[in-house]
């Protein structure tokens, strides 16, 4: 065979070797991925609906043992739960054997040791379902439905980044006032028929209590994170000024994702993809406010963004704060693993599956249909952003492969 006949033949092996790497190889390997992530949801929903029953088939016999094994790294809790009823069951409803004021911030709320030694945040009822917060997104005080809505968001979503948080009723005379510490009992205050108290933090004020139905305090309760995982504060790239007339950098400058990738720990491991992925809970359930984050301390950013603190979410569902999704229009990029699941979940899917995640709650109905009929409308705003970047740039560049075998030893 003459050079020349070897030249192209070599070059028409090279071109078929291209096009089965592009067309065959890659799409081999994409729809596997593809197939998992769906199968993947096909799990979440088949365990949506959280039976409480106090019942452990485990060697561990403390729930609490049993949810502190579940964290690692990138994940609160694993895939499968079998034990999740159990663990919650506990949480609403294990002997209170002291109460004390909440750790530092800027709203109410209460820390609680459970029987057995287990730490929860309690969070008061402020607010009706139907009530609507007016004024700035993150206007009003913390909503407790907000926080057990977002945790099975996280479930659902299949991020699983959330600490576990269930609703909850206890009698603030026989439950709380016994085992309260001094600091705490000071905060009580009798108006009219009801029991209230309004603790100690930043925006807490003797006139701004947090009143029962008589006795009877209807809240949330999160589940304290092991205190082997210690907790590091960062400020949120996207965060916001709260300060009136002066606009954070990102809210002026549609370049500044770029500067961000350039800072860690956004420049390389999965930090910045967690960040938009936050960016996209958080419009779903109308958080803007995450000025800060947590992540597990001496991470060097390989560790997972925790989803803490939502309770300033649901306040007007006919709001929508678009600026939530800066990080993601801005970068445009998103998780392939997230992008597949957010269109399982569109035409009334993610309606019906927190219905059903949260028709065991003990404050059952959790959150009024306005607000997840306006879930449903976000996911499709969310959607559409990224159809506009996929259009930009193509989806080779939007969209991220960025899977992790997570081990649970």
């Known amino acids: ?60 016999q403390s729930p609490w043992e049993i949810a502190a094994q579940w964290v690692v790294p990138r994940e609160v809790y694993p895939e499968e739960t079998p034990e999740l009823g159990a663990v919650m069951h506990a949480m609403a409803t294990k002997k209170i054997i002291k109460a004390d004021v909440g750790y530092k911030g800027t709203q109410l709320k209460a820390l609680l040791i459970l029987e057995g030694g287990q730490k929860v945040v309690f969070k008061p009822k402020r607010y009706a379902r139907d009530y609507v917060v007016e004024g700035e997104p993150y206007a009003g005080y913390d909503r407790h439905n907000a926080e057990v809505t977002a945790f099975h968001l996280d479930r659902i979503l299949g991020f699983r980044r959330a600490p576990l948080v269930i609703g909850r009723f206890v009698n603030l005379r026989t439950e709380i006032k016994p085992v309260a510490t001094e600091q705490l009992l000071s905060t009580f205050l009798m108006l009219g028929n009801s ?50 007339g002066k606009l954070a950098r990102w809210e002026y400058d549609e370049s500044y994702c770029d500067a961000v990738k350039k800072t860690s720990p956004y420049d390389s491991g999965p930090r910045l993809l967690d960040i938009i992925d936050t960016a996209i809970f958080d419009y779903l359930i109308g958080n803007a406010d995450r000025h800060h984050y947590e992540s597990f301390q001496d991470d060097e950013g390989a560790s997972m963004l925790i989803l803490l603190d939502n309770a300033k979410s649901f306040g007007n569902p006919s709001l929508d704060e678009r600026s939530i999704l800066a990080p993601l229009y801005q970068c445009c990029i998103i998780r392939v693993s997230t992008w ?23 404050i059952s109905p959790v959150l009024s249909d306005p607000h997840l009929d306006a879930m449903d409308q976000r996911l499709l705003s969310i959607l559409a952003t990224v159809k506009q970047c996929t259009d930009q740039f193509g989806p080779d560049i939007v969209l991220v492969e960025d899977r992790m075998t997570l081990s649970h030893l």
């Not at 597949?340 to 003990?362: C, E, I, Q, W």
């Open 1 to 60: 065979m003459k050079l020349k006949q070897r030249v192209v033949l070599l070059a028409i092996l090279f071109v078929i070797f291209i096009f089965m790497k592009v067309f065959v190889i890659d799409n081999l390997d994409t729809s596997a991925a593809n197939r998992e992530d769906q199968r993947a949801f096909h799990r979440m929903m088949a365990s949506l609906r959280v039976e409480l029953d106090p019942r452990l088939d485990h060697t561990l």
């Open 195 to 244: 029991t209230c108290f309004y603790g100690k933090c930043y925006y807490c004020r003797e006139t701004e209590p947090a009143c029962a139905d008589g006795d009877i305090m209807e809240g949330s309760v999160t589940l304290w994170l092991p205190d082997v995982w210690p907790l590091q504060k960062h400020r949120h790239p996207w965060g916001r000024t709260y300060r009136e």
């Open 340 to 362: 597949n699941r957010l269109n399982y979940l569109k035409n009334g899917v993610l309606k019906s599956a927190l219905k059903t995640a949260m028709s065991h709650d003990p």
